[in-house]
């Protein structure tokens, strides 16, 4: 399983940006897939998931800013970040797990796959 995440930037604070993972080497609609972000000097955390039957969970700090979706038809996930501030600058990784029950998790651990990140810098 490869995935490779796309979109990130440098923005403005109240900008946005669209994120994207593409995932190849096997069954897209196996997985749940995780957006986590890491900045310097802090632990990993888990920003949002979507599970294989499209419920979603988030970061209470990000509800209501960012939306994930997938799209089977391109095996690709998507988080929709808006109104983004500077405390939301961090590498952002996508993440898979093969997971064909109503769930996601949020926690790092439970996922097999990673990509390599994408940077999103957003300055005030």
């Known amino acids: 399983v490869r995935l490779v995440e796309s979109g990130g930037g440098l923005v403005q604070e109240g900008g946005s940006l669209k994120l994207s993972c593409a995932l190849s080497?096997?069954?897209?609609?196996?997985?749940?897939i995780g957006w986590f972000r890491q900045a310097p000097g802090r632990e990993r955390e888990g920003v949002s998931c979507i599970s294989s039957t499209r419920s979603t969970n988030y970061l209470d700090s990000v509800k209501g800013r960012f939306t994930i979706s997938r799209d089977g038809a391109t095996n690709t996930a998507y988080l929709q970040v808006n109104s983004l501030k500077p405390e939301d600058t961090a590498v952002y990784s996508c993440a898979a797990e093969v997971a064909l029950g109503g769930g996601c998790s949020l926690r790092p651990i439970q996922y097999d796959h990673w990509g390599q990140g994408t940077q999103v810098t957003v300055s005030s």
């Open positions: 080497g096997s069954n897209f609609g196996y997985f749940a």
